[in-house]
């Protein structure tokens, strides 16, 4: 049955001269997911805040289930849960107590220690998708983790009325569509769902209906087939601003002569080399999988964080100069921006002007040895920078923290600009920040990057890259794995991120349309980690380190292959293509407890259509490796020195009868243009494989994949082939 669980009427709310809810009106029903969107300042989080019972209106009804909330504890007990903007967590706690902070009355839990472990590390799997130690420090944890905890805790409260206020913006699209699935749940389970986002693309997937709201009032209500991203863009940001994001044109390289360089970088010791390069007029997008090393890698610019090995260099008038630490860094005018603002922004106990203007206090002091701060040559800079990008606020002296979270996004932003930077680095910097100032954010580093300057920017919404950047580096593994250039198919960008081939269907893509379907009939939507997919293995998800040292075999974040002499998204050195087969080195790291012996698999997913292939081509199939050995010397395949016990297969060149080729490693070969290569190594808890002789890659994966405790892979490029194909 279909009812309404929250009425909102004409519901007004003040901060002293500030009008944050101007007598707006809302109403949610059971069993539906119900947006709530509105630009930076519009009175979204104060609203789910006067609906869970943090503030009390000034005027108007709120009515939940019936009956009104005027303190989070009751709106607790009515089946109200909140996961606010900012990641609430005490980083001094585990994450079992965190999961459980308020559940707890004054006299004791209704619940056993044993009890709590239980239903948190099941939830935290579902949602994770692996096993996180509970007794982790939360402290300890990367944002996105944390973000995870929060959700998990309002879970765990069984609500009836589940408000979602931004909490999707530390996730990435893997997460995100975790969360997504969790939603359909308890939508089916009649929970009444409001969510808050600027990420207009999941909205129009996941909304029911949807309440705009612009300055406190709401100016629309749209049902799901209204629920488009222009026709939201045009309610929040006016019709023309929506025209114009999309009439844009991606920046272009200025000069051929760099900024910036990196050379043989690694961002954790045992990733592959990174090789980047910076040119003025660019902007260069970044993005992954959570916890893949792009963050990293943007730190490392910045200076906030030390590469693992390799170089980093600024360059001007072609002379180099290291950047080894965030001094070095903004000497030479790097300036970096993080979207963990709460963590590494802004200063809560000063002003907004302080906040955007702090960092150039010095070129502005005044009467000599008393250092003080000239705020008259101040003031023009701050109204022209918090100005450009329309920072919504009374009183430039309140403090920060009077502003809404993405405004105050918007203060950090302009601190950047405001320091004349040659590279701006940009860390998610619009996590939390609405349509419209994106629209500004990207107008002003198209003027950035035309006067010459550059910046790399990291994102986890492929969407901001479409019509701005002029390339897109894809991380992998801790390394870049795959560059793409305009026009943008955001489809094959999520692909290459997952490590598959760009024309695989995405998680919960269906068969016929490639858009989300519902739980039911058809099952849950296919999950993140698809084991195999056209003949091609799946990379793993990466896992989160437990507080505890680990042992020196797991001493790395992840279960990692690598290739001395092939570096991920690199092309494959010759003496190991064509006619030479001679198999390459591997070296892996990480090893998942339990593992009894590992496989191995090279394939080619990038067959032309006239092979009329059902599969990827297998190159290399090899397995009982023994659970001791941790590397494979180069030339292995086919002689004394494979392991002992090592069983290889027949490559698919026998498949195809091509003469010269037989049982072990057969190099790439590509007929006719550039082809991608994965290279996947196995970690199975089975000392033995039974297969057959002849066994295919098919055959091959059906035994490994149930075996398969844990899998890492990486992706190379090698053609055309200098040679047609022996007949």
Request: hydrophobic share 40%.
């Amino acid at each position: 049955m279909v009812y309404p669980t929250v009425e909102i009427s004409s519901v007004r709310k003040t901060f002293g001269p500030t009008v944050a809810l101007g007598g707006c009106n809302l109403k949610a029903y059971a069993g539906e997911v119900h947006a709530i969107v509105g630009g930076n300042g519009s009175g979204k989080s104060t609203l789910a805040k006067v609906i869970s019972g943090v503030l009390i209106p000034d005027s108007g009804q709120v009515s939940i289930l019936g009956k009104s909330a005027t303190s989070p504890y009751e709106a607790r007990a009515l089946g109200i849960s909140n996961v606010f903007q900012e990641v609430l967590v005490a980083d001094e706690c585990s994450v079992l107590d965190n999961l459980y902070l308020g559940a707890d009355g004054p006299f004791g839990s209704a619940m056993s220690q044993e009890e709590k472990l239980r239903k948190g590390k099941t939830l935290m799997r579902e949602l994770l998708d692996y096993d996180l130690d509970l007794y982790t420090l939360v402290g300890e944890l990367p944002l996105s983790v944390k973000q995870w905890v929060t959700i998990g805790r309002a879970l765990l409260a069984d609500p009836k009325i589940l408000i979602l206020d931004e909490s999707s913006a530390a996730l990435d699209f893997d997460s995100t569509e975790r969360l997504f699935h969790k939603m359909r749940q308890l939508k089916k389970a009649g929970v009444s769902i409001l969510i808050v986002t600027h990420r207009i693309a999941e909205l129009v997937r996941i909304a029911d209906r949807a309440t705009i709201l612009r300055d406190g009032v709401d100016v629309g209500s749209l049902e799901k087939a209204e629920i488009t991203e222009q026709r939201i863009l045009e309610l929040i940001a006016g019709v023309e601003r929506g025209k114009t994001q999309h009439s844009q044109s991606v920046v272009q390289r200025l000069s051929p002569n760099p900024v910036l360089r990196v050379l043989e970088g690694r961002v954790w010791p045992q990733a592959a080399p990174i090789n980047f390069t910076l040119y003025p007029g660019e902007v260069v997008g970044v993005t992954g999988l959570d916890g893949h090393g792009q963050s990293d890698f943007v730190r490392c610019l910045a200076g906030t964080q030390s590469l693992a090995s390799g170089r980093i260099s600024i360059i001007r008038d072609r002379t180099a100069t290291d950047i080894i630490d965030l001094r070095s860094a903004r000497e030479n005018n790097i300036s970096y921006v993080s979207g963990d603002r709460k963590k590494e922004g802004i200063f809560p106990n000063l002003s907004i002007f302080e906040n955007l203007l702090m960092p150039i206090y010095r070129e502005y002091r005044m009467a000599g040895a008393l250092n003080l701060i000239d705020k008259t040559k101040l003031a023009p800079i701050f109204e022209w920078e918090s100005g450009k990008l329309a920072v919504k606020m009374g009183d430039r002296d309140n403090l920060i923290t009077s502003l809404s979270g993405g405004n105050q996004q918007k203060v950090l932003i302009a601190r950047s600009f405001a320091e004349k930077p040659v590279v701006l680095v940009l860390n998610d910097p619009a996590r939390g920040i609405d349509i419209g100032a994106k629209l500004d954010l990207y107008r002003n580093l198209r003027d950035f990057a035309s006067r010459g300057n550059a910046v790399v920017f990291l994102s986890s919404e492929i969407e901001e890259f479409l019509n701005l950047c002029t390339r897109v580096e894809v991380f992998r593994n801790g390394a870049i794995s795959a560059q793409f250039e305009p026009p943008y198919d955001g489809h094959v960008l999520l692909n290459a991120m997952f490590g598959r081939k760009a024309t695989s269907r995405l998680p919960g893509e269906n068969n016929d349309h490639g858009t989300e379907g519902e739980d039911g009939a058809a099952g849950r939507p296919a999950p993140v980690r698809l084991r195999f997919e056209e003949g091609r293995p799946i990379p793993r998800p990466v896992t989160t380190s437990a507080r505890k040292s680990p042992p020196p075999e797991t001493a790395t974040s992840a279960f990692i292959l690598q290739c001395p002499d092939i570096a991920p998204g690199q092309i494959i050195p010759e003496r190991f293509a064509e006619e030479n087969r001679r198999s390459p080195r591997f070296v892996w790291s990480g090893v998942p407890a339990g593992t009894r012996s590992f496989a191995l698999a090279i394939t080619d997913p990038d067959l032309p259509e006239e092979f009329k292939f059902p599969r990827a081509f297998a190159h290399w199939l090899a397995y009982d490796i023994p659970a001791t050995v941790r590397e494979l010397p180069e030339g292995a395949s086919g002689s004394a020195l494979l392991p002992k016990g090592v069983v290889e297969l027949n490559s698919d060149f026998v498949t195809f009868r091509i003469p010269g080729f037989g049982r072990g490693y057969g190099g790439p070969w590509p007929p006719d243009r550039q082809h991608r290569y994965v290279f996947t190594i196995y970690a199975l808890k089975t000392e033995h494989l039974a297969l057959p002789p002849d066994a295919d890659l098919t055959q091959f994966a059906a035994a490994v994949m149930p075996a398969a405790i844990d899998m890492a892979s990486f992706v190379a490029v090698y053609g055309p082939a200098k040679k047609p194909l022996p007949t």
